[in-house]
């Protein structure tokens, strides 16, 4: 039933933004109780979660990316988007977003639904 869709460019040059986009159809992104989310995988690494923005428009970041990283949501077009600014090689990655269902408590790290994920390759 929802789907999510990852956009966005594959290549960012290092010092500038990368900015991603998630498009979700099927369900409504302020629909209770649900944490959307993204999420991504550095080559032979495991899945790091980046933040998140909530049904009610509330952000959640992770503590080591918070410094640079942004969430935010067009509730209009049901999207929601994802930008981490200064990056460097080690950003490089596959960039998941995905909903999580949690209820009302906040992010719960269970995932019901994911993007097929998107390529994003830091490198000058």
């Known amino acids: 039933q929802v789907q999510l869709q990852e956009s966005g460019p594959g290549l960012v040059k290092p010092s500038q933004t990368l900015s991603l986009t998630c498009t979700v159809s099927?369900?409504?992104?302020?629909?209770?109780?649900?944490?959307w989310s993204w999420i991504r995988q550095p080559p032979g690494k495991g899945l790091e979660w980046m933040g998140a923005v909530a049904y009610d428009g509330r952000t959640y970041y992770s503590q080591t990316l918070k410094s640079h990283t942004s969430i935010s949501r067009d509730t209009l077009k049901n999207q929601f988007s994802l930008q981490l600014s200064s990056v460097t090689p080690e950003d490089t990655a596959v960039y998941y977003c995905a909903r999580d269902s949690g209820e009302g408590l906040g992010p719960s790290g269970e995932y019901d639904y994911w993007g097929q994920g998107t390529q994003v390759t830091v490198s000058s």
């Open positions: 099927g369900g409504s992104i302020t629909t209770s109780y649900y944490y």
